[in-house]
């Protein structure tokens, strides 16, 4: 079955269907990540976009449940320049995703870096260019969106029921690795929505802000959250939650051109003078500052990557050191994060 990708600004992309039929609306973005496709697809990070792997094969070592990040897929759509299965594309088609293999995804993934992402529809099937265009047009930008709520938890549920330290994550989109790295380090894990309240989370020994979807300068009831638990609590903010302790902070946030995604982006540790090779999924930053705070920098654009505040007790990264999928650079940080929190409550 044939079909394409139209985006916004009337660049269309033949390719061929490997996955469910119908059309997908979203942002249109890229992953320069060479493995980890399953895990990509279902990060909450990826709600409302549709995403272009720049890896010239994907689906070649086929699926598994265990490394899905969510409970189901978050990306509308996926576009590729070779999708190899069946174990893949059945699972796109399992789950109702629009796959298109065959495209020009050098060329997509070009002309996004020049033009930045862009709001598109991936169609699996007969449909009119003119037609889909017009409604593109339609749809609303990623620019000012809170989607936190469209994947977060609606209850608070355990994650891990012992360990050295209680944790409680506020689930803006959590993936699941960033909690299998919470208690591997020996964190007894609680998950809360994104709405979660002072009251719910001031009693626990520290407290994760995660990742998720979405511009995170609407959120202002879980920022105003953030606030209050400052100096209260010790917190650490991944991703999402990077970008919220910043704007708790008095920090601004902007929309990136084309954002970044994949496991290949380095970072530089300005105390240690260390760069760290790191997994990213982001379409929003921090405003560049010289502050005291900002402890990690991007290498590629000198985007903000790192805060700290200890008068806080607060801390934050913008990219992803439970790395699921990308390197193990970043590791040790979710570790030393808990080992920190239980000193404190033991001390």
């Not at 990060?43 to 010239?56: C, G, K, L, N, R």
């Not at 889909?132 to 989607?147: D, F, K, S, Y």
């Amino acid at each position: 079955m044939k079909g394409f990708l139209a985006l916004e600004d009337g660049t269309v992309f033949a390719g061929e269907s490997v996955g469910a039929e119908g059309f997908a609306f979203g942002e249109a973005v890229f992953t320069t990540a060479m493995t980890g496709y399953q895990e990509i697809v279902t990060d909450p990070s990826f709600a409302e976009q549709i995403v272009t792997f720049t890896a010239p094969m994907v689906g070649n070592y086929g699926v598994e449940q265990a490394r899905s990040e969510s409970a189901a897929p978050h990306a509308r759509a996926v576009v590729m320049r070779e999708a190899r299965g069946p174990a893949w594309t059945d699972w796109l088609v399992e789950h109702g995703l629009v796959g298109l293999s065959g495209a020009d995804t050098r060329t997509l993934t070009l002309h996004l870096r020049d033009r930045g992402a862009m709001r598109a529809i991936a169609v699996a099937g007969d449909a009119s260019v003119e037609e889909a265009l017009r409604v593109v047009a339609e749809q609303p930008p990623m620019a000012g969106r809170p989607l936190v709520a469209e994947v977060s938890t609606d209850a608070p549920y355990v994650a891990s029921d012992s360990g050295r330290a209680r944790i409680a994550v506020v689930d803006y989109g959590c993936k699941r690795s960033i909690l299998q790295r919470l208690a591997a380090a020996g964190a007894a894990v609680t998950v809360f929505p994104h709405a979660a309240t002072l009251r719910e989370l001031h009693t626990f020994d520290g407290i994760l802000l995660s990742n998720g979807p979405g511009d995170p300068e609407p959120l202002h009831d879980e920022v105003e959250t953030i606030r209050a638990l400052l100096g209260r609590v010790p917190m650490l903010g991944i991703c999402l939650g990077h970008q919220l302790l910043a704007l708790a902070t008095g920090h601004e946030t902007y929309k990136l051109p084309f954002g970044h995604r994949g496991a290949n982006h380095p970072v530089l540790d300005k105390r240690s003078d260390r760069v760290l090779v790191t997994s990213q999924n982001h379409g929003f930053a921090v405003k560049a500052s010289a502050a005291k705070e900002v402890t990690h920098v991007s290498l590629y654009d000198g985007t903000v990557e790192g805060l700290d505040f200890p008068w806080l007790r607060a801390r934050s990264v913008q990219f992803h050191p439970e790395a699921g999928p990308g390197p193990h650079d970043a590791w040790p940080l979710l570790e030393e994060w808990v080992g920190g929190v239980a000193y404190a409550k033991a001390a």
